[in-house]
């Protein structure tokens, strides 16, 4: 009997292994050049770059300057794999950081890009470094997942000039500047499509692009695309990646010509549900974990109804599957990392299948 538990973990844990996604859409974002040692007066090129294996559509990040050791003299989004920015790149003096958010219409299929460049000057002799406050990429998936894997700074050291010789001014591309917002702005209002939460919205513009913008309690933001039909309407599924909490929802047209429109209303939306917050390399061991243990229950009943002389041998498998939830689920809270809100409910969830074994466990 006490084996039957033991074959049930072991099945439970090859079906994760085989079952559990891999990091295959993973995404990073990088500084690139990743280390370096420059004379003071030199110029040197910095590039923010992404590398993914799979297709992408939104980038989005701040990046700390080494500014004690280096003026910033122009930051340009030429070469950018981002083509609609929702936030220009810029650099803040005064915190020394760089900004920048944008999509890129249709989606980058893929591989390494540019994502913004900055020019530096090295100012004094010392070693400073560029990192990430943050950063995310999102898939173009319809869904906004954040498939963001890591990120990677750079570490740069800068040394007394060798000699005095005037580094040449760095020929900047010109930039066209993003139109701006000048079309008339869509109407959207939140309804159903397939008994799921949806987008539903109306525009001026047949055939466009729409950018729909989820943003968070927290400030975090999800970009999703879609088209507008032959009459400038356009229905856009409730992401399901989103995490509980409500959103601040609003849309912008964008035409082929890059002419993009003013922002529809603002809507809000509630996303609710434990299984929005756990990714499926969490939720499918949790889901097998309950089948195995709905299978044990099942199972002890069956043998306690044809032979009431197996109830000792039933109590000591309730025991052991009891032991192994625990084990299980002490598991699946490390993988949850320090998001309280899921903790919580795995807390409530391991109660109450804990309490059915147990009460097997009395009879």
């Keep these: 009997m006490r084996s039957s538990v033991y074959k049930a973990f072991v099945f439970f844990i090859c079906l994760t292994f085989f079952l559990t996604p891999g990091v295959l859409s993973a995404a990073t974002l990088s500084v690139s050049p990743a280390s370096g040692t420059f004379e003071v007066g030199q110029r040197i090129t910095v590039k923010v770059v992404v590398s993914s294996a799979s297709p992408i559509n939104a980038i989005s990040g701040v990046v700390s300057l080494p500014t004690g050791l280096f003026s910033v003299e122009s930051v340009s989004k030429a070469g950018s794999l981002l083509n609609f920015w929702v936030t220009e790149p810029n650099f803040s003096n005064g915190a020394g950081t760089l900004h920048f958010e944008g999509v890129t219409l249709g989606g980058f299929s893929g591989g390494t890009g540019t994502v913004v460049t900055v020019v530096l000057r090295a100012l004094k002799p010392g070693t400073g470094s560029a990192t990430f406050q943050s950063g995310q990429v999102l898939a173009n998936d319809g869904q906004g997942t954040n498939v963001t894997d890591g990120t990677t700074g750079a570490t740069y050291s800068v040394v007394p000039a060798s000699k005095q010789v005037e580094e ?36 001026n513009y047949p055939n466009a692009q729409v950018l729909l913008t989820f943003t968070s309690e927290g400030g975090t933001k999800v970009f999703i695309t879609s088209y507008t039909d032959n009459q400038g309407a356009f229905l856009m599924l409730v992401p399901k990646t989103l995490k509980r909490g409500d959103y601040k929802v609003h849309a912008v047209v964008i035409r082929n010509d890059l002419s993009n429109s003013h922002q529809s209303n603002e809507i809000t ?51 052991e599957a009891n032991k192994m939830l625990h084990k299980s689920f002490k598991i699946i809270r490390e993988d949850v990392g320090s998001d309280k809100q899921v903790k919580k409910d795995l807390d409530a969830a391991e109660d109450v299948i804990s309490k059915e074994i147990e009460d097997i466990e009395n009879l």
């Design 269 to 319: 939306v509630s996303i609710g549900s434990i299984f929005s917050d756990l990714g499926w390399e969490i939720l499918i061991p949790l889901l097998l974990l309950i089948l195995v243990l709905i299978y044990l229950i099942i199972r002890s009943y069956y043998y306690l109804t044809r032979n009431k002389d197996l109830k000792s041998s039933v109590r000591k498998e309730a025991h």
């Design 168 to 203: 040449p001014t760095p020929v900047v591309p010109v930039e066209a500047p993003q139109p701006k917002s000048s079309l008339s702005a869509p109407e959207i209002v939140l309804t159903e499509k397939f008994g799921e939460q949806a987008i539903s919205g109306i525009s």
